[in-house]
Structures are given as structure tokens and as C-alpha cells.
């Protein structure tokens, strides 16, 4: 009985598994309609969200043979999408990095495979969308090589009513904590409504920190130029605080704007946010201009800092 069963279950995730691979199109001849296979594209994708890596660190995190690996980059190289260059410290070993070409070509591939998942999940309601995760949680949970640890809040797009909160909860915030006043959550609105009248789906993000079912943090990433990217309205609630959620958001930002090729990230933020200023700090920003200025009722020294990607 219990061999009977087993093999049920066998064949059950033998159909999930062909399923799976022709809903997300892994028995195309290219995957996402690109020349690469879906180990390309992935390999890809790691280089793309690492800042150092190495070739041995590759294989081992996608459990790839070294010499298929090599073969790859190889070719990545040839067609001047990764560049390697010696280690500082292991002069055998090589740090690899997508090129400023290789970023160019990613970045669809990146926005492709978005859109794909994001058709996929529009499909369904709200509800079974959650469903869908949870299964993909449990999935990855119970066959991983190690219990998913629990994660205190998730990150998130914008839902109807989002916006909003990012308006009230900027002014509400700011005025119990900094005493600035009714202008500042003009400010925050001006912001918000430019977002969303001139909205770039492509280049341009907003993403919501949610825990226990309820918003505590946001951050946008929007278009300044064709090569400079903005970082706004960074805001995480007191009781979200320790958690990383600040750090988290600004990471996704940097990656996001790396990922869909802008150049430079700024930002522009006063000198008394002082944890703010730690965390775009620890991202690899740097301070490159300070001005005196009166607003929201008080003298304050405004700051520009820069990331170059």
C-alpha cells in the first residue's frame, strides 16, 4: 500500500513538473525568446545581482558542473557580456561581472520574465494569487537543503490605497518625530502624483514593505534622466525598525535601477535622518553636495548623494 502510493505521488509530481515547464516556457528552443537557454539566462541573472562572484561560487550556488559552467562564461566573453578581472586577493581565481553590454542585454531579458510571471498571477484573484506562493513556499521549504527561515515582512508592488498611506504616513511620521510641518506631506504628495501621472513600468518602481498584513515601509525608484535613476520617499514605521527593512529597500532599489541600465542613482535627503544616512552609506553612496535651506518650518542642510552603478 504504501509502494502504491509513492508511486502516485511520483507520477503526480512528474505531471506537475511537465506542467510547470510549459507554463513558464522551458521547451522553447531560446528561452523568453532570447538566444540563451534558461541555464544562460540564469547564470546571467546571478551575475547580474552579485557585485563580486567567481566562477567557482557559481557553480556552486546553481549546482552547476564547473566545466559546463566555464563553457558558458566562455562564450559570455567572447560575445563581451562579462568581464573578469584578478582577484585581489587569489591572484589564480578571476572576479567576474556583466559588462556595461551585458547589463544591456539582460535588462529585457529581466523585464520579460517580470511581465511573463506578472501575466501569469493577473489571472487569478488576489486570494488564489496568495495561494499560489504559499504553495511555492511550502515547495520550497519542505525540498530545500534547509528549513526556509521565517521572513518577518515581505516586499511588495502597490496595491489601490498604497500611495495614499505613503502620503499620510510620510506627514504623520515626520511631524512626530522631526516636528516638520503640513508643507513636507505636500511635498510627499507633489512626489507621489508625478509617480504615477508619468509612470514608466519599465524604468521606474515603487515597492511597499508589508508585515502582519499591513504596510510599514516604501521606497521608489524613479527615472531622472536616461542614465540617472532617483531614489524617494524611503521610509520605514518605528515599530519596523531592526528588522533590515531599510537596508532591504534600498537594495532592491540599487538592483532594480543596475538591472534595467541606468548609470548613477541619486538621492537627495537632509543631514538630521541620520539612520537614512547609514544605510545609503553602507549601499556604496557617497555625499557630493550640501546646502543650507529653510522648509518645512526649519533650517535644515540638505544632501546629495550619488551611487555610480
Known amino acids: 500500500m504504501v509502494e502504491d502510493q509513492l508511486e502516485g505521488r511520483i507520477s503526480a509530481v512528474r505531471r506537475f513538473n511537465r506542467f510547470h515547464?510549459?507554463?513558464?516556457?522551458?521547451?522553447?528552443?531560446?528561452?523568453?525568446d532570447s538566444p540563451f537557454s534558461l541555464t544562460q539566462v540564469r547564470v546571467l541573472y546571478e551575475l547580474a545581482h552579485h557585485e563580486r562572484t567567481t566562477a567557482s561560487e557559481l557553480a556552486r550556488d546553481l549546482g552547476l558542473d564547473p566545466g559546463y559552467l566555464s563553457r558558458v562564461l566562455r562564450g559570455f566573453t567572447n560575445l563581451g557580456l562579462v568581464a573578469r578581472t584578478?582577484?585581489?586577493?587569489?591572484?589564480?581565481?578571476?572576479?567576474?561581472?556583466?559588462?556595461?553590454?551585458?547589463?544591456?542585454?539582460?535588462a529585457p531579458l529581466n523585464q520579460r520574465s517580470h511581465d511573463d510571471v506578472g501575466a501569469l498571477l493577473r489571472r487569478l484573484s488576489?486570494?488564489?494569487?496568495?495561494?499560489?506562493?504559499?504553495?511555492?513556499?511550502?515547495?520550497e521549504a519542505l525540498?530545500?537543503?534547509?528549513?526556509?527561515?521565517?521572513v518577518p515582512y515581505v516586499l511588495?508592488?502597490?496595491?489601490?490605497?498604497?500611495?495614499?498611506w505613503i502620503v499620510q504616513c510620510h506627514g504623520a511620521l515626520y511631524a512626530r518625530e522631526y516636528g516638520w510641518d503640513e508643507t513636507f506631506e505636500a511635498l510627499v504628495a507633489e512626489i507621489v502624483a508625478a509617480f504615477v501621472r508619468n509612470h514608466d513600468p519599465k524604468r521606474e518602481r515603487c515597492w511597499i514593505a508589508e508585515m502582519d498584513d499591513?504596510?510599514?515601509?516604501?521606497?521608489?525608484?524613479?527615472?531622472?534622466?536616461?542614465?540617472?535613476a532617483q531614489l524617494r520617499l524611503l521610509l520605514v514605521e518605528p515599530e519596523a525598525?531592526?528588522?533590515?527593512?531599510?537596508?532591504?529597500?534600498?537594495g532592491e532599489c540599487v538592483r532594480f535601477a543596475r538591472s534595467v541600465g541606468y548609470r548613477n542613482v541619486m538621492l537627495w535627503t537632509n543631514d538630521v535622518l541620520v539612520s537614512a544616512r547609514r544605510i545609503y552609506e553602507a549601499a556604496g553612496f557617497r555625499?557630493?553636495?550640501?546646502?543650507?535651506?529653510?522648509?518645512?518650518?526649519?533650517?535644515?542642510?540638505?544632501?546629495?548623494?550619488?551611487?555610480?552603478?
Open 143 to 150: 525540498l530545500g537543503d534547509r528549513p526556509a527561515p521565517r
Open 126 to 139: 488576489p486570494a488564489d494569487q496568495k495561494r499560489v506562493v504559499e504553495a511555492m513556499q511550502t515547495i
Open 86 to 106: 584578478p582577484s585581489e586577493v587569489d591572484g589564480r581565481r578571476s572576479i567576474l561581472s556583466l559588462t556595461t553590454r551585458g547589463r544591456e542585454v539582460f
Open 287 to 309: 555625499l557630493v553636495e550640501e546646502e543650507r535651506h529653510h522648509s518645512f518650518g526649519h533650517d535644515l542642510v540638505g544632501q546629495n548623494w550619488e551611487l555610480e552603478l
Open 214 to 228: 499591513r504596510e510599514v515601509g516604501s521606497i521608489l525608484c524613479v527615472r531622472k534622466s536616461d542614465t540617472v
Open 21 to 32: 515547464t510549459r507554463q513558464i516556457g522551458l521547451l522553447q528552443a531560446g528561452y523568453l
Open 241 to 250: 525598525r531592526g528588522l533590515g527593512i531599510g537596508r532591504r529597500l534600498v
Open 156 to 164: 511588495r508592488p502597490p496595491r489601490p490605497g498604497d500611495l495614499g
